[in-house]
């Protein structure tokens, strides 16, 4: 196997803006992509949200890519990547890798998705990050022999698959527990079925989490501290995981499987707080950090009820919508105990939690099968690519 530098196996074309305050260049006919338009399932693009005319290519002096070309995101962020599935132009946002005969656009597409947090450490520049042309040109490649480039990729992708299809099961399953809810319950924004309303201060009892010390957390053993990036997908996600010896001292800090945490600090105009989860059981117990909060339920509320609800994006940003912060959105625990939400019967509460806790039991068995075709997945990477 040798070593290679892109610049060596690439031709890049970098992209360009045509002015957007001038009519005569856009609502065209030709396609020109954004870093905005490429997401973390994009793999073969063969359209745009844009579209621009050629009078925009003569006068701006875009470069046309062709398709197969490996377009590759140099800012804002760095490091989305995609394969050109047609041709088509680009914004300035792009460092775009035309794939000379040694180098299969595959195989070099799977590189570059598995080395995200290289390419970002790369970045230069004051006011945003940005890799250059002449960054990109000396990243250096294993490159194997063609056919087994084609091997890699084809394995990479047939796994990746795999995930796709798992990830969008468990969307379905969280679609059906919505629609579930609404056909109980109705629309809860309006309160649709005229149920009785209250303050969650009624219902619920709010404990904010205690501020560990950063630099005193144990990355190996103790109890896990939950921090925001472990709930803010909804679910209990053990990513980063820290911390934290036994201390009798903390218990009211002390949070159980089963019970329902929330993030309360994230940025404005984002969806990367508010959210709700309820724990499930990968550690016995867990300490809440600062910046989260456990809701503890006294009575008259179900708490599959209460974390469905508080998903609602209209419900959410009753709480989101109290901005304290230019930069850094805050909820407090007077804003939590503040809002108020229909409370339908126990019963019908809890026929909703019966449902959703047999729906649960099908995604764990999903959740399951995508965690292993995940670490299949990351093992290989690292095999092909180090």
């Known amino acids: 196997m040798e070593k290679y530098k892109i610049g060596d196996i690439c031709e890049i074309v970098s992209g360009s803006t045509p002015k957007t305050e001038n009519k005569d260049y856009w609502d065209g006919d030709l396609k020109w992509i954004t870093p ?8 073969i693009i063969t359209d745009t949200v844009r579209k621009i005319t ?3 290519v003569k006068e701006t002096n875009l470069s046309l890519f062709p398709e197969g070309t490996v377009i590759l995101s140099s800012r804002a962020p760095i490091g989305k990547v995609a394969i050109a599935g047609c041709e088509m132009y680009c914004n300035q946002g792009f460092k775009n890798l035309i794939c000379k005969n040694k180098i299969n656009n595959k195989y070099l597409y799977w590189f570059l998705k598995g080395n995200t947090a290289f390419l970002q450490s790369l970045g230069r520049g004051a006011t945003f990050k940005e890799i250059s042309k002449q960054i990109v040109s000396n990243i250096e490649i294993n490159v194997p022999d063609y056919d087994r480039q084609i091997e890699v990729a084809t394995h990479l992708e047939k796994i990746n698959k795999i995930i796709h299809l798992r990830r969008q099961e468990l969307l379905k399953f969280d679609d059906l527990i919505k629609s579930r809810f609404i056909e109980l319950f109705g629309d809860p924004d309006v309160n649709s079925k005229g149920w009785k309303e209250c303050a969650l201060s009624e219902k619920v009892n709010v404990v904010g989490g205690y501020a560990f010390k950063s630099d005193q957390f144990d990355e190996e053993r103790g109890i896990p501290v939950l921090r925001i990036g472990n709930i803010n997908a909804g679910f209990f996600r053990p990513v980063n995981l820290v911390y934290w010896h036994e201390d009798e001292s903390l218990e009211r800090y002390i949070v159980y499987p089963g019970e329902l945490v929330m993030s309360l600090t994230g ?18 117990k867990y300490y809440l950090n600062q910046r989260n909060a456990k809701l503890e339920i006294m009575e008259g509320i179900d708490k599959y009820y209460l974390s469905q609800l508080l998903k609602f994006t209209q419900i959410k940003k009753r709480l989101t919508g109290i901005s304290r912060g230019v930069r850094q959105a805050n909820i407090s625990n007077k804003d939590i105990l503040n809002l108020v939400v229909p409370v339908p019967p126990m019963e019908i509460q809890e026929r909703f939690a019966a449902f959703v806790t047999q729906t649960n039991k099908s995604k764990s068995a999903v959740q399951k099968s995508l965690d292993e075709a995940q670490l299949l997945f990351d093992s290989l990477m690292q095999k092909y690519f180090g």
């Open 36 to 43: 905005a338009e490429i997401n973390e399932d994009s793999y």
């Open 54 to 56: 050629s009078l925009a």
């Open 267 to 284: 940025t404005v105009g984002k969806d990367d707080y508010g959210n709700i989860c309820i724990l499930g059981n990968d550690y016995g």
